[in-house]
C-alpha cells in the first residue's frame, strides 16, 4: 500500500501569510495527488486535483504544485475562512490513502 | 442539484450488522465510480471501498475486507455498503463519495454527501 506522509501536522499564521503544507508519498504516483478541506462537523471539500489543478469556484489563493513522491499545498494569502484541516490523498492505486491532515488556524 | 445523501446509521452491538444506503440525484450515476470513505470521531479520513461505474472494478480496505461489501443499483441510482461483523473500531462517519471519472483509477473526489454515523458500542 501506498503510505502519504503530510507535515506539519498543525500550524498557526497570521491573515496574510503564505502557508505551505507537503505531502509525500512512499513510492512514485506520477501526479495522482488530490487535496481536500475539511471544517469542523461538514464533509471534505475537493480543493486541487492531479496535484496542480484547482478545482471549479475554489479561490485561486490556492495552488498546488509537485510530482512524484513530493507535492505541496500552498495558500498565497490566508484568510479567515481557510481555517480548516487540510487531506492529501492519493489516487494512483487503492487503497487510496489520504495524508494524516494539517490543521491550519489564524494566529 | 447534484447530491449524495447517506442513509442507515446508527447504534449497533457489536458482531452485528447495518447496511448503508447512498441515493444520487443531479447526475448521470451510472456514468460515475462510486467510493465510501470514513471518518473516526476526532480522526482522519479512511478511503473504505470503490465500484467502478460498471460494477467491473471492486476493492476494499483490508481493514473492512470479508466484512463489507460495497454494491450499486444502476436503476436506483443507489449506493450500498453491507457491513457485518462490526467492531469497536468502525465507528465513524460514513461518506458517500463521486468518483469523477467511471473506473476510479487515477480519478478524484469531487461530491461527498453529508455523512452517516455508524457507532459500533454494547
Known amino acids: 500500500d501506498i503510505q502519504m506522509t503530510q507535515s506539519p501536522s498543525s500550524l498557526s499564521a497570521s491573515v496574510g501569510d503564505r502557508v505551505t503544507i507537503t505531502c509525500r508519498a512512499s513510492?512514485?504516483?506520477?501526479?495522482?495527488l488530490n487535496w481536500y478541506q475539511q471544517k469542523p462537523g461538514k464533509a471534505p471539500k475537493l480543493l486541487v486535483y492531479?496535484?496542480?489543478s484547482l478545482q471549479s469556484g475554489v479561490p485561486s489563493r490556492f495552488s498546488g504544485s509537485g510530482s512524484g513522491t513530493h507535492f505541496t499545498l500552498t495558500i498565497s494569502s490566508l484568510q479567515p475562512e481557510d481555517c480548516a484541516t487540510y487531506f492529501c490523498q492519493q489516487s494512483y492505486s487503492p487503497p487510496f490513502t489520504f495524508g494524516g491532515g494539517t490543521t491550519v488556524e489564524i494566529k | 442539484q447534484v447530491q449524495l445523501a447517506e442513509s442507515g446509521g446508527g447504534v449497533v452491538q457489536p458482531g452485528g450488522s447495518l447496511r448503508l444506503s447512498c441515493a444520487a440525484s443531479?447526475?448521470?450515476?451510472?456514468?460515475?465510480?462510486l467510493h465510501w470513505v470514513r471518518q473516526a470521531p476526532g480522526k482522519g479520513l479512511e478511503w473504505v471501498a470503490i465500484?467502478?461505474?460498471?460494477?467491473?472494478?471492486?476493492y476494499h480496505a483490508d481493514s473492512v475486507k470479508g466484512r463489507f461489501t460495497i454494491s450499486r443499483d444502476n436503476s436506483k441510482n443507489t449506493l450500498y455498503l453491507q457491513m457485518n461483523s462490526l467492531r469497536a473500531e468502525d465507528t465513524a462517519v460514513y461518506y458517500c463519495?463521486?468518483?469523477?471519472?467511471?473506473?476510479?483509477?487515477?480519478?478524484?473526489?469531487?461530491?461527498w454527501g453529508q455523512g452517516t454515523l455508524v457507532t459500533v458500542s454494547s
Open positions: 513510492q512514485s504516483i506520477s501526479t495522482y
Open positions: 465500484i467502478s461505474y460498471n460494477e467491473n472494478s471492486i
Open positions: 463519495v463521486r468518483d469523477y471519472y467511471g473506473s476510479g483509477s487515477y480519478g478524484y473526489f469531487d461530491i
Open positions: 443531479g447526475f448521470p450515476f451510472s456514468s460515475h465510480a
Open positions: 492531479t496535484a496542480s
